[in-house]
Every structure is written in structure tokens, then in C-alpha cells.
């Protein structure tokens, strides 16, 4: 029972973490219309900067507030200055050019930090357990990260359903051309919406620095469940995205967890080992088939109909 | 007037095909040199740096040339460099590999074109045994040896129960595999995790906590083995279940790693503090031209190029006597920093074990130290498999 709660907690901390990367993927595609696979490489920019500004000011937390404006500040820059050609255009162009994109931040990162990758130490009061029920230990450090994913994830709530600016990214998730007709600086609100989705990329990469190294590509593959969680979720949907990445955390990890030893009943321990990542990974895809045929639209779309 | 052109022209290039004699002797080298595994690819390279140096940088007076490339840690990648040395570069020696599975694609092209393979890490099973080749050989020890070493320890010390843990790919699977043949307790469960892309081993490592075993053995070289270490310790399993490891704490990964693999032990066939000359010099020099020392990825490396020196001295630079140069080889006549060793018929060394510990030294620093020799002229238990004899 311990052992399927302390999964679970797993599962939820991975999920909270795609939560994050797919909420900024999600915004910008629902109201920038912009497939942006350059989101891995600000995810992988977030870490880069963490992982500078903590050797610089020898503090975890100096380090990720600095990383997080400073992606911030890249999102914003690199919205200005390489996307704006893009908009209105074919999907396609938008996935040649942020294609493009991410060679150029994978070429950036070999020059400025050299080919080998960094690594970002934890602070010593966060590397040892603590002991949620008697019995059940768990990081500190992954408690963490679930705890900054659900305040963010409560802030972009608030943002979204209680401010004017969340008005005005609902009104643009629903429909562009009348948020723009009514006289709304779409530009501005553009270059703030990617600002924000790079800072919430950035803040997933440096919160996993820690945990996993920090290198070249780090956020090719993470990038790929991010998109598969934004289809599930419903694009445009902040709700969806945080149900569907939750859902796709849990399975990806229970699935781990369980299904090497449901399998090793019927294969040989060797080759439950290497089917069972598989099968866990092939169930994440065959769920977002299924939304796919059964609801297309996702699971919570945004354009409330 | 245009014959006595030629003429000079074939007079001249009469005069100068004697000087082809000093065609030099190239050596291809196959490492990682990017990505995160770049640390041990740079380690090797420094190394045999070093020994190339400590020879004056020629062999039986031919001048050495080394070309270094990259196989980014996929097999793919290995098998397309391998080519391009062979074919493009006509190298006389291919040398170094750190993974298993890179070598195992590359194997079959360079022994092919009858080039000298010389593994500087990587052992797997295969080559000792049913792919043995005339043209391979190995400076460091089939994947096997040192997880059976470790197991051998884990009798010695008493410890009845193990969990294993490793990576899903040939190396990690001899490397339990090696632990079970020696080990006379109980393997209360094994995990293979995927291999490169898996770093998160939360899951496993409930699963560990679930199974409460006397102990852990790991595999996890290079990064990976840093944050295996840094979640062992997250999760509080350290002070709780002691850990047993085979490559995933040395030179490279212990100052990412530092405090937290204080006390963990590891078995090794070279340890930076061998007591003899080469390896004292070996290890004086590279501390002194890098500031840190060098891991026994590198120790392999420099005996790798101590190996191919001792045959081309033995041929006087004529490498075309490749049945000379492969006796010589076989002899392991050369000073070797993990101290003297033989090879088996499978050209895979019988050799020493010994425990590795992480203590503290005098100056406050991490250090590996070797503690006791687990085991004396160790041998693979593949080598039965392979037909040659000699």
C-alpha cells in the first residue's frame, strides 16, 4: 500500500512537471495559433541559466529566480524578434521555422557552455526525506517541486479566471479575430503570453535540473509528451492541460512501477524489463488516439461552444 | 626536352619513396567526446595523451599520428567513424570504446578489414566468447569480472539478501549477470532501467524500499551513476540499505558526486594508488598537467597505447607483419599500470580485483583508495566459448 502511494507520488511529481512545460505550450498555441517547437529548447534554457546563476551566486534560490526572468526575458525577445513573421501562416511554417530554432539554441548552448553539459547541485537541506506517514519517506526535494507546480498552477488560475489579462487570454484562445477587432494591442498581448510560456518552460527545466543533468537536447523528448498532453487536454485549456498532464504522469510511472512485474507472470524478468517501458509509453499514445477519435477537440476544450 | 622532364620527375620520386618509411604510425581512437559521457571520453584522451608523450610521441621510431572521433554514445554513430578509419583514414589500430554496444556494431567492420581492435573499456560477453576475434583485444576486462568481484564481496562481508539495479542495454545485463554468479545469497529483485535517456529512478527506487533488501548493487557509469547517487540519497535509502556499485563511482563522477559517495564501495582492476612505477608515473604526470586524476578509463587508454607500442617495437614499425604483431600482443609484455597481467585465449586479461573505498584524505579531499584485493588472476567464464587457441 506504501509502495502504491509513494508511485503515485511519483507519478503526480512527474505530471506536475509536464504540467508546467505543456501550460506554456498550450497558451501558445491556443491563442497564438503557433505550433512552437522551440518550447523544449527554453525548457532547456531555463536549466542552462539555472545552472549558471547558482555557481554565480552560490544560491538555489537566487539562481532560479534570475534563470526564470532571464527565460522570461528570451521569450519575449525571441517572440519580437523570430515568431512575429510567423503568424498567420500555415502550421507547417511554423513548425520549419521553431524547428529551425531549435538547432540554433542546441548549436548556442555547444558554444557558450561547451559540449558536456552542467550540473546543478541541490542545497543540502533539501537532498534528504522526510517522512510524510509513518513508513512513507520521500525526497523533500520532489515534495518541493509538487508543491511550486500546484501554486503555479494555482496563480495561472487566478491569472486566467480572475484577472483582465486572463480575459483577454480567454477571449483570444476563443477567438482572435474578434479579441483583435475589438481594439485590443494584440501584439503586446502576444509577446506577454509567449514571455509567460517561456517562463513557465524555463521553470520546469530548472526545477528538473537537479534531478536529471543538464545537456544539450534535454527538452526534445519531454517536448513530444508535452504535445501529446496538450492534444488530450484540449488545446488552449489550461484545465485540460493539468488534468491530461496528471493523468499522463501517473500512467507513465504506474505503468513503470507495475507492469514489469504483472508481465514477469507471463515473460521471462529480461524481457518484462524491456517490454514494460514500452507498453507503458505505447499506453500514454493509445489514450491520446482515443481522445482523438472519440473527442477531437480534447478532453476540456477551451472554446467553450 | 618533355622526356627529360619525365625522366626527373620519376628520378625525383624514386628519391623521395625511400622517405615512405617513415610513414607514421596512425592509431584511430573511438570515444564520447559530447554530451554528458564527454568527461570519460576527454579522460581517455588525456591519458593517452600522456602515454604518447611518456613514448616521445614515436614508436620504433615511426612518428604516431591519432585521429579522435566522436561516437556520441550511439552505435550507429560508432559503426560510421569505425568506417571512415578504417576505409578513409587506413588506420593501423583502432582503440578505445567505452560502450558495450557501440563496440559490439563496430566489431565485425574493423576485424574485417584485418585492423587491430584494442577495447580501452568496454567487455561484453560476446566478444569473449562466441565472437572472439584474432584482431581483438582488450586492456581492461570482460563486463563480467567486476561485478563478479563484487559479489565476491558481498559473500565475504555476509550479506544475504540483494536488489540489482542496472541499465537495459549489454553491459548493464552481464553486469547483473555477473553479480548472480558469484553471489551466494538471495536476489530478492532486479531492475533494468532504459538505457541512455532513463535518469529518474524514483520509481525504482520505491520499488527497493518496498523489497527492503540486506543491500543494492548498482551499474550506472557516468552521469547516470551521479544521479542514481544524488536519488539514493534523496529517498533515504543510503543510511538505510548499504550500497554495492561496479563503474559508477570513479575519478569522473566523484566530484559531481562528492560527499554522498563517501563510503560506498566499488570493485576495480586498477585503483589510482597501485603500488608500482608505471602507474606512479602515470598518475603523477596527469595530475600534474591536469589538477585532478585520472580514472581507470584512462588507466586502460594508457595501457592501451603502451600495448600496441610493445608490438610495433617488436616488428621494428613493419605493420604489415600483422601475425608478429598479434604474438607480441598476446605476451602483454609491457609495463601495465595495473601492474603485470596475461591474457586468456580470448585475449581478454587474467587479472586482479580489488576494492575500491571513497574516504577522505589528509588535505580534506575525496579519494578513491584501495582497501583489500577481492580476487588474484580472475578469469572470464566466456572464455571457454571461444575457439581460438594458442
Not at chain 2, 581492435?117 to 563486463?143: D, H, K, M, R, V
Not at chain 2, 551466494?184 to 524514483?202: A, I, M, N, Y
Not at chain 2, 602483454?332 to 576494492?355: C, E, M, T, W
Request: hydrophobic content about 50%; proline content about 5%; charged content about 15%.
Amino acid at each position: 500500500m506504501l509502495l502504491f502511494l509513494e508511485q503515485c507520488l511519483n507519478g503526480l511529481q512527474f505530471g506536475l512537471l509536464l504540467f508546467l512545460l505543456a501550460a506554456g505550450l498550450t497558451l501558445v498555441f491556443g491563442i497564438m495559433d503557433l505550433v512552437n517547437l522551440a518550447h523544449g529548447s527554453l525548457y532547456m534554457m531555463g536549466a542552462y541559466f539555472a545552472a549558471t546563476f547558482t555557481a554565480w551566486t552560490d544560491s538555489f534560490v537566487a539562481g532560479a529566480l534570475l534563470a526564470l526572468l532571464a527565460t522570461l526575458l528570451l521569450g519575449m525577445i525571441l517572440e519580437v524578434v523570430a515568431l512575429r513573421p510567423l503568424y498567420g501562416r500555415d502550421h507547417l511554417d511554423h513548425v520549419l521555422g521553431t524547428f529551425g530554432l531549435i538547432l540554433f539554441f542546441n548549436e548556442l548552448v555547444r558554444i557558450v557552455w561547451g559540449p558536456a553539459g552542467l550540473s546543478l547541485p541541490l542545497p543540502t537541506g533539501l537532498i534528504y526525506p522526510v517522512e510524510l506517514l509513518p513508513g512513507l519517506f520521500y525526497p523533500t526535494y520532489r515534495i518541493v517541486i509538487i508543491v511550486v507546480a500546484l501554486v503555479v498552477a494555482l496563480f495561472l488560475y487566478v491569472l486566467v479566471m480572475h484577472t483582465r489579462l486572463g480575459m483577454l487570454i480567454r477571449a483570444g484562445a476563443s477567438n482572435r479575430e474578434m479579441t483583435g477587432a475589438l481594439g485590443i494591442n494584440i501584439n503586446l498581448l502576444y509577446t506577454l503570453v509567449f514571455g509567460l510560456g517561456a517562463a513557465l518552460a524555463g521553470l520546469a527545466g530548472l526545477m528538473q535540473a537537479p534531478i536529471l543533468t543538464v545537456q544539450i537536447g534535454m527538452g526534445e523528448n519531454i517536448l513530444i509528451l508535452a504535445f501529446v498532453v496538450i492534444i488530450i487536454g484540449g488545446i488552449g485549456s489550461i484545465r485540460g492541460a493539468f488534468i491530461a498532464a496528471v493523468l499522463v504522469g501517473l500512467i507513465d510511472t504506474v505503468g513503470r512501477a507495475f507492469l514489469p512485474d504483472l508481465l514477469r507472470l507471463v515473460l521471462s524478468s529480461r524481457g518484462a524489463s524491456t517490454v514494460a517501458p514500452a507498453m507503458s509509453s505505447m499506453m500514454i499514445y493509445l489514450l491520446m488516439a482515443i481522445v482523438l477519435v472519440l473527442r477531437p477537440e480534447g478532453l476540456f476544450p477551451a472554446s467553450g461552444k | 626536352m618533355k622526356q627529360l622532364l619525365m625522366g626527373t620527375v620519376a628520378l625525383v620520386a624514386l628519391g623521395v619513396a625511400p622517405a615512405a618509411a617513415q610513414q607514421p604510425v596512425k592509431i584511430g581512437f573511438i570515444s564520447t567526446f559530447s554530451g554528458p559521457t564527454a568527461v570519460i571520453g576527454n579522460d581517455m584522451r588525456n591519458s593517452f595523451e600522456i602515454a604518447l608523450d611518456h613514448l616521445g610521441r614515436k614508436m620504433a621510431g615511426k612518428p604516431v599520428e591519432v585521429v579522435y572521433e566522436d561516437d556520441q554514445q550511439k552505435p550507429e554513430v560508432g559503426v560510421q567513424k569505425s568506417q571512415k578509419l578504417i576505409e578513409s583514414d587506413k588506420v593501423d589500430f583502432v582503440v578505445g570504446f567505452i560502450w558495450s554496444n557501440v563496440l559490439l556494431a563496430s566489431l565485425k567492420p574493423i576485424v574485417d578489414s584485418q585492423t587491430f581492435l584494442i577495447s580501452a573499456n568496454a567487455g561484453p560477453s560476446q566478444i569473449a566468447g562466441e565472437q572472439c576475434s584474432p584482431f581483438f583485444f582488450s586492456t581492461s576486462w570482460q563486463n563480467d569480472q567486476t561485478p563478479q568481484a563484487m559479489g565476491e564481496y558481498m559473500n565475504q562481508k555476509g550479506v544475504k539478501t540483494a536488489f540489482l539495479m542496472g541499465p537495459n542495454y549489454a553491459a548493464g545485463k552481464d553486469m547483473l549477470t555477473g553479480v548472480r554468479f558469484t553471489f551466494k545469497g538471495q536476489v530478492v529483485g532486479e531492475e533494468l532501467t532504459r538505457w541512455p535517456d532513463q535518469l529518474d529512478f524514483s520509481t525504482e527506487l520505491s520499488k527497493v524500499r518496498a523489497a527492503k533488501p540486506d543491500s543494492v548493487f548498482v551499474f550506472y557509469p557516468g552521469a547516470a551513476g551521479v544521479q542514481f547517487l544524488t536519488q539514493y540519497v534523496q529517498s533515504g535509502l543510503k543510511g538505510q540499505i548499504p550500497l554495492y556499485t561496479a563503474f559508477t563511482i570513479d575519478e569522473t563522477t566523484l566530484p559531481l558526486q562528492k560527499d554522498l559517495a563517501l563510503g560506498v564501495p566499488g570493485a576495480q582492476e586498477w585503483v589510482n594508488d597501485l603500488p608500482n612505477e608505471a602507474n606512479r608515473k602515470f598518475v603523477a604526470d596527469y595530475r600534474a598537467k591536469h589538477q585532478k586524476g585520472p580514472s581507470f578509463y584512462g588507466a586502460q587508454s594508457y595501457d592501451a597505447a603502451n600495448l600496441v607500442n610493445s608490438a610495433v617495437v617488436a616488428v621494428n614499425g613493419d605493420l604489415n607483419k600483422k601475425d608478429a604483431v598479434r604474438d607480441t600482443m598476446r605476451k602483454a609484455d609491457y609495463a601495465s599500470v595495473r601492474g603485470p597481467y596475461k591474457y586468456g585465449n580470448n585475449h581478454f586479461p587474467i587479472q586482479n580485483f580489488y576494492l575500491q573505498d571513497v574516504v577522505k584524505d589528509a588535505g580534506g579531499n575525496l579519494a578513491l583508495k584501495t582497501v583489500t584485493t577481492i580476487v588474484k588472476d580472475s578469469q572470464d567464464k566466456f572464455h571457454d566459448r571461444c575457439t581460438m587457441k594458442w
